[in-house]
């Protein structure tokens, strides 16, 4: 199975700040279609999870272009340029390059 | 509006079944593969079984082989997981998702499932 190692595990950030996660995969997720399937995902408290970009830097509809994503084979990173206090919340990367699909283990975003 | 709404859920014990259901509306159902994951609590997301748009193409996660049944009916918009064999491990919230090639870009709310004797 592949493994997603996402650090850090937690990330407290001044509002008006920038944040990081990076998304480290154990093998390439570029796809046979050429494609490479890893998403971003955002779950608030007590929400179901939320998808903010897919196939690595593709923001999808409705979601402030503050976030943005780059990476590429194995390495990949979700940028958020400005923090706002609606960021809180745990966010995963995803893989649907091949089965099974898998996730990382969470970063939580918090306020300082 | 996309939306996706699981129902089913609730206490069941250990070697019990369940059937969860998602019952989906705001787009064309039959033209989409879709999804089912679980979150235990406390925990982070796991994939648990894939569907094709025409019900002809399944897979499942390892844990869950054998004991697990995705399956959809088109003309009523609705994704089915039948459980059996339930586990302490199963507990968790059940989320279904739409998959438009290799992407979850919906999900709905939830349903929790809880396995206890």
């Known amino acids: 199975d592949i493994v997603l190692t996402q650090t850090p595990p937690s990330s407290p950030v001044t509002l008006g700040q920038p944040a990081s996660i990076s998304c480290r995969s154990s093998?390439?997720?570029?796809?046979?279609?050429?494609?490479?399937?890893l998403h971003w995902l955002q779950q608030r408290p007590g929400q179901a999870p939320r998808l903010l970009i897919y196939k690595i830097s593709n923001r999808f509809s409705g979601v402030p272009d503050r976030f943005s994503g780059s990476g590429a084979g194995t390495d990949f990173t979700l940028k958020i340029s400005r923090v706002e206090a609606e960021d809180v919340g745990v966010y995963y990367c995803t893989q649907a390059s091949q089965f099974p699909y898998t996730f990382g283990q969470g970063t939580k975003l918090e306020i300082k | 509006d996309v939306q996706l709404l699981e129902s089913g859920g609730g206490l069941v014990q250990p070697g019990g079944s369940m059937r969860l259901s998602c019952a989906a509306s705001g787009f064309t159902f039959r033209t989409y593969a879709m999804n089912w994951f679980r979150q235990a609590p406390g925990k982070g997301l796991e994939w648990v079984a894939v569907i094709g748009n025409t019900g002809e193409y399944t897979n499942y996660e390892d844990s869950v082989k054998g004991r697990f049944t995705i399956s959809r009916d088109n003309s009523k918009n609705t994704l089915y997981l039948q459980m059996s064999s339930l586990r302490a491990e199963d507990t968790g919230v059940y989320y279904c998702a739409r998959e438009p090639t290799g992407v979850f870009d919906h999900w709905g709310q939830g349903s929790l499932v809880t396995v206890s004797s």
């Open positions: 093998e390439s997720l570029v796809h046979s279609d050429g494609n490479t399937y």
